[in-house]
Every structure is written in structure tokens, then in C-alpha cells.
């Protein structure tokens, strides 16, 4: 996230308040790449912020939640966006190629880092996993609509979800392969696309 996060888009300026909500956000991003979940304190992200504890508690309850919130923001700020190429496999590997970029310029690590203090936390692992299933779901309708606005059958989410973005996460986060323009069309064309095609001939 940078700095253009805590004006509104399109130029326009926000209010004082939303603009110190957004500055504590900012804020608390900032930490969280600098330091990690575990070493990030409500204390902390104050002092960043320029901005009383008690300010912080009226809008979030605790940790997790504001860490659930800056994500939000980065979110909006830096939305994966694909344009319509005039097919499924061409929206794919845009969605693929947004995915990858987006996570290239965010740091990894800071990903790791939530995917670690998840297991311990119950609370972030609640609101992280409530915001996957939310981002899977906006991703899963556009290529649906876009496929039904092409005279297309709406391909079968639930293979696009598991594998796709999936094995491209696992080499991001886990392995540290490379994930290069390659390996999309492979994933793409080798993988997904036959397993939607089979699973089209079986359902009919």
C-alpha cells in the first residue's frame, strides 16, 4: 500500500476522520511488512500513526481485526483487475497474471508470516478466511458472467478455485519455484482446461 492509499480514488479527498482511519491502516501495513503479525503492536501502530490507542480500540476491538481491516484497504487500493479477453482460458490467464503480479509486489513474506500466526490465532484465522471466501467468490462471478455473456456454459468455479490459483500460491509461499508466464499457460492449458472439459462431457 503507499501513501495515494489514503486519498479516495478518483481523486477526490476524504474526510478528516476517514482520512485517520485510512493513516492507521496505513500504518499497521507498514508494521506488518517491517516486523511481522507476531511483533506488531496495537502500541506500535500508534506512535506510526500518530494516533492515541484509544482511537484505535473505538474503531477496531484488537489485533486482528485491524490487520483484517489494512488488508481490506490494501485490497481496494490495489484490486486485481483483468480485462475481458473474449474467452475463458484469455480471462484465466489474466486472473492468473493479476494474482502473481500482485502478490510480487506485496512481499511474500507478509503472507507467510499470517499463514504462520493463523494457527495460533483464532480470531485473524476466522476474519483472514472470511475475506479469502469473499475475494474467491467476486473472482468466481465475473468469470462466470463473462462466460454466460459470451453464449458460454459458466465454468465449474470449484476446479478453477482448488487448482489454479492454488498451485501457483503453493510455489509463491512454499516451494519459491519460479511462477513465470510459462508456467500459467501450462497450468492453464495442461491442467485446468482439460479438467473443466471432462468435467462438462461427464455432467452431460
Request: with cysteine; glycine share 6%.
Amino acid at each position: 500500500m503507499t501513501d495515494s492509499a489514503v486519498v479516495a480514488r478518483d481523486g477526490v479527498g476524504v474526510g478528516r476522520g476517514e482520512a485517520r482511519e485510512q493513516a492507521i491502516l496505513l500504518a499497521a501495513f507498514q508494521l506488518l511488512a517491517e516486523i511481522g503479525y507476531e511483533r506488531l503492536t496495537m502500541d506500535a501502530v500508534a506512535v506510526r500513526a500518530r494516533a492515541s490507542k484509544a482511537t484505535i480500540y473505538r474503531r477496531w476491538p484488537g489485533k486482528p481485526e485491524l490487520i483484517a481491516a489494512a488488508l481490506r484497504l490494501y485490497a481496494a487500493a490495489d484490486t486485481v483487475q483483468f480485462k475481458e479477453t473474449g474467452s475463458l482460458r484469455g480471462d484465466l490467464l489474466a486472473m492468473l497474471h493479476g494474482l502473481r503480479d500482485k502478490f510480487h509486489r506485496q512481499d511474500c513474506a507478509i503472507y507467510s508470516g499470517l499463514i504462520r500466526a493463523m494457527q495460533t490465532d483464532a480470531e485473524l484465522a476466522r476474519i483472514i478466511r472470511a475475506q479469502v471466501a469473499d475475494n474467491k467468490r467476486k473472482i468466481g462471478e465475473l468469470l462466470s458472467e463473462r462466460a454466460i455473456a459470451r453464449g458460454e456454459s459458466p465454468p465449474d468455479l470449484e476446479i478453477i478455485r482448488e487448482i489454479a490459483p492454488a498451485q501457483m500460491l503453493i510455489r509463491l509461499l512454499i516451494t519459491g519455484e519460479p511462477v513465470e508466464d510459462d508456467y500459467l499457460v501450462h497450468l492453464v492449458d495442461e491442467i485446468v482446461l482439460p479438467l473443466l472439459a471432462r468435467k462438462l462431457r461427464v455432467s452431460i
